[in-house]
């Protein structure tokens, strides 16, 4: 590299946050702005000026200009599968990653030297990488929507000393997708059966798990467990061992091997039963 009187400015000014070694790295993105309330409507019908638009943008959402359907937009969830399941392929050290809504979390081995544990290059590499594949494969996903706004996720990486704070990390999610799913159930159901927004946030208000499980199943005959796994549990993204066609052999007979593909499930990822039936995943 060319050495100028001006190369101080990296040396002196520059600092690289070293994430530190023997822990798993979560990196966590998020979509920025996916549910803000919208006033594209207005927009359609009327090319308002710059500064009109900035306050528009403020209280636009990704999902509402999208027209994601309520509370859970099957495509869309699928396209953020698919784009964890692109960064598993480009990224070998993520060995797990776990999605809900417009988030995913993304863990990298506990010993990983990608980009020598360079925070920076981490997130920066995780988050672009994602949002390009999220832009590329939307027509896949909704080959009859337009895709309006470039979307674009924040991100943070979070580090986990031991097996069980990355364990809990995981939980922690699960948890928190069963809390919003079962209440955004709720919500939307009474919603879609008249009420205002205000009105069902108000019958919701102070229930309990219990009590939302009877709300859908009396006025609405749904039994919260039957509804579909990647709403209830989220998604995890991971490398499981599947039989392969590698070759035919001189009778034409297929010659399998055991290889790793990165599969995506809808499972319990809290208790032990799912670990324990793929210890190559968390491995210290
Ligand atoms: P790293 O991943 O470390 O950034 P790199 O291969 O991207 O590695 P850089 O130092 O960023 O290396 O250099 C970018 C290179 O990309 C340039 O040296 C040049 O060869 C090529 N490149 C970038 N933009 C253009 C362009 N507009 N026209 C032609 N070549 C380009
Ligand atoms: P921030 O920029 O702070 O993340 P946000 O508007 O993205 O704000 P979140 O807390 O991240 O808010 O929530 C994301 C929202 O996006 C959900 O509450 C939901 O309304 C909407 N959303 C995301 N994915 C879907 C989906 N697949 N189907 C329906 N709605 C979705
Ligand atoms: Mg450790
Ligand atoms: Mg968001
Ligand atoms: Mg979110
Ligand atoms: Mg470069």
Same mark, same amino acid.
């Given at each position: ?43 359609? $019908? ?7 638009? /900035? ?20 495509? %869309? =969830? ?25 988030? /995913? ?17 981490? =997130? ?6 994602? *949002? ?22 924040? %991100? ?43 009105? %069902?946030? =108000?019958?919701?208000?102070? *229930? ?36 392969? *066609?590698?070759? *035919? ?5 297929? $010659?399998?091997?055991?290889? =790793? ?24």
């Amino acid at each position: 590299m060319a050495n100028s009187e001006y190369e101080y400015v990296k040396r002196e000014f520059e600092y690289d946050r070293h994430l530190p070694p023997s822990n798993w790295i979560v990196v966590r993105i998020d979509g920025c702005h996916f549910h803000r309330y919208t006033f594209y409507l207005l927009c359609s $019908i009327w090319s308002p000026p710059q500064a009109v638009r /900035y306050f528009i943008f403020l209280f636009h959402r990704f999902s509402k200009i999208h027209a994601f359907e309520k509370p859970n937009d099957e495509n %869309a =969830l699928n396209l953020m599968n698919d784009c964890a399941t692109a960064m598993l392929e480009k990224f070998p050290d993520i060995v797990f990653a776990y999605g809900v809504s417009d988030e /995913y979390s993304f863990v990298f081995r506990e010993e990983t030297q990608f980009y020598h544990r360079r925070e920076s290059k981490i =997130l920066s590499l995780c988050v672009s990488y994602f *949002t390009s594949v999220y832009v590329m494969k939307w027509k896949d996903f909704f080959p009859n929507k337009e895709l309006k706004e470039p979307p674009y996720f924040d %991100a943070r990486a979070v580090c986990y000393p031991n097996l069980k704070t990355i364990r809990d990390y995981l939980a922690w999610r699960q948890v928190d997708c069963h809390i919003n799913n079962q209440y955004n159930t709720c919500f939307w159901m009474l919603v879609k059966s008249g009420k205002s927004e205000q009105e %069902a946030q =108000l019958a919701l208000k102070g *229930t309990f798990a219990k009590d939302k499980n009877e709300l859908l199943a009396q006025q609405f005959q749904i039994k919260y467990d039957d509804e579909p796994a990647m709403f209830r549990k989220g998604s995890s993204v991971y490398r499981e061992k599947v039989e392969t *066609t590698v070759k *035919t052999d001189d009778y034409g007979n297929p $010659i399998k091997r055991p290889r =790793l593909k990165v599969t995506v499930a809808h499972i319990d990822i809290i208790g032990p039963e799912f670990w324990e039936n793929h210890q190559h995943i968390l491995r210290e």
